[in-house]
């Protein structure tokens, strides 16, 4: 089997993208090579995670607020895809968001899903995955602080169990198939860190496992 290309797009800290870079082309993610980390957030240390790689893994990064005051009359959407452009060009097999902190327009998702072609005077390419990683069970909790809102939505009595999934991309915000999803233990007044110390560490397990999973599917 030749070689899978995998492109992660972060905001922050990166303990998923060390995940994955632990997993690379071992069996727990076979056959694999990260051949790209994106991020939007210039501080965001999972750059410096994929320098520090062995071997290091090539990095880029572009913010939505600097790209449109560069660029006068240009939008959320043009932004979105200058994004494709620089994360899809290589052709990945496929493209995980983990802890990617935007939400992409549906223009992005034209690009991936080769409905449009990336570049002018080329014809659309082949359909590439997108796959996000989100703290919470399928259809609670979508959009950002998921884990704080699901650790006070249990300590009021209001949900009785909370987990984590990865799923597709889609144009609505958490609501494509999920590929993965797990339940995470929650207790009643503990520390909302001890909750988040085991949502992290099953996302350490399911991001590469739905990676794997998309993988041998193609």
């Not at 990166?14 to 082309?25: E, R, S, Y």
């Not at 320098?51 to 560069?70: F, V």
């Not at 223009?107 to 899903?113: K, Q, R, S, V, Y």
């Amino acid at each position: 089997m030749s070689e899978r290309k995998i492109v992660v797009l972060i905001s922050g800290s990166g303990t998923n993208l060390q995940a994955l870079i632990d997993a690379q082309n071992t069996p727990s993610l076979p056959n694999s090579r990260i051949s790209l980390v994106f991020s939007n957030r210039k501080a965001a240390y999972g750059l410096t995670r994929a320098a520090e790689a062995t071997p290091a893994i090539p990095t880029a990064y572009l913010a939505l607020q600097p790209y449109l005051k560069s660029k006068p009359g240009k939008t959320r959407e043009d932004y979105d895809a200058e994004v494709a452009r620089i994360v899809l060009k290589d052709e990945p097999d496929l493209v995980v968001l983990a802890g990617f902190m935007h939400i992409f327009s549906e223009g992005f998702l034209d690009f991936a899903d080769g409905r449009k072609p990336l570049f002018d005077g080329e014809q659309p390419r082949k359909p590439i995955p997108v796959i996000n990683l989100h703290p919470a069970l399928p259809g609670a909790f979508d959009g950002a602080h998921a884990i704080e809102r699901a650790y006070e939505a249990f300590q009021k009595g209001e949900v009785e169990r909370t987990g984590i999934m990865v799923h597709r991309v889609v144009k609505d915000v958490d609501r494509g198939e999920p590929l993965i999803v797990r339940e995470v233990p929650i207790m009643k007044d503990e520390p909302i860190e001890a909750f988040e110390e085991r949502v992290h560490k099953a996302e350490h397990e399911i991001i590469v496992e739905a990676a794997a999973k998309v993988l041998k599917g193609i």
